[in-house]
């Protein structure tokens, strides 16, 4: 599986940003999929994950009522939908898949086996 981000770059804090994942190699609609970030200085830390239909999502509460997961399986991409930024939302943001089996989505990095480049993500305040 290789992922691939874009969409990231430079917001004003209240704006909006929306990332993409490009996936490839493997059926795209046979995993979940999640988003992650890492800020300088701290640890990578889930954002939000989206089921193989996309039926069920996942947030992590900074994400709630402001991001949005999304994804079209027949174009192979997942979106995040970032709304009401803040310069704490500053990150790099990674997009990740689990191809092994699960029955949940997963909603830490080390659940996750296929990681994207990532994209850079900036909040001025």
């Known amino acids: 599986v290789q992922l691939v981000e874009s969409g990231g770059g430079l917001a004003q804090a209240g704006g909006s940003l929306r990332p993409s994942c490009a996936a490839s190699?493997?059926?795209?609609?046979?995993?979940?999929a999640g988003w992650l970030r890492q800020a300088p200085g701290k640890q990578c830390e889930f954002v939000a994950a989206?089921?193989?239909?996309?039926?069920?999502?996942s947030y992590a509460d900074y994400g709630k009522g402001r991001f949005t997961i999304s994804r079209h399986n027949a174009k192979n991409t997942a979106y995040l939908q970032m709304n009401t930024l803040k310069p704490e939302d500053t990150a790099v943001y990674y997009c990740?898949?689990?191809?092994?089996?699960?029955?949940?989505?997963?909603?830490?990095?080390?659940?996750?086996?296929?990681w994207g480049q990532g994209t850079q993500v900036t909040v001025s305040s």
């Open positions: 190699g493997r059926t795209f609609s046979s995993y979940p």
């Open positions: 990740a898949a689990r191809t092994t089996y699960t029955i949940v989505v997963p909603i830490s990095g080390r659940e996750y086996n296929y």
């Open positions: 989206i089921s193989r239909s996309g039926g069920s999502a």
